[in-house]
Every structure is written in structure tokens, then in C-alpha cells.
């Protein structure tokens, strides 16, 4: 999916399952069909499969804020 596509389709609130591409001190990235985004403050293994709501869309800087769902 591209940036646009993602665009289109979601929006701050919505719940989505995505897989952990990385763990890092401040949280974990979330791949989501191609896009990825920010999880802050949480900690999941690598491959774990996670359901997230978006809780920020920054679409200038193609960059959205994750939380635990």
C-alpha cells in the first residue's frame, strides 16, 4: 500500500493489525501493508502480530502514531 493509499483508507481511531518490525527503547515499529508506524511506550518482539488503533496521522512528514489496541 502506498502513503496515499493509506491516506485514503484510515483515519485517527481506527484499529489495525500489523507485525513488529522493530523494538527499540522508546517503543515498537509497526509494519501495516507496507507503511509503517510508531508504537511509543510500548514493547513487543519482533514478528509479533499486533492489533493497533492510529492515534495520530502526520501526513506531511508520512509518519502515524500507534497505540495498543
Request: no cysteine; hydrophobic share 40%.
Amino acid at each position: 500500500m502506498s502513503w496515499q493509499e493509506f491516506l485514503d483508507r484510515h483515519r485517527s481511531g481506527d484499529v489495525i493489525e500489523g507485525v513488529v518490525t522493530q523494538d527499540v527503547p522508546f517503543g515498537s515499529f509497526v509494519e501495516y501493508e507496507g507503511v509503517t508506524g510508531l508504537a511509543y511506550q510500548e514493547s513487543w518482539p519482533v514478528g509479533t502480530r499486533v492489533s493497533v488503533r492510529i492515534l495520530e496521522i502526520d501526513a506531511e512528514r508520512q509518519r502515524f502514531s500507534l497505540a495498543a489496541a
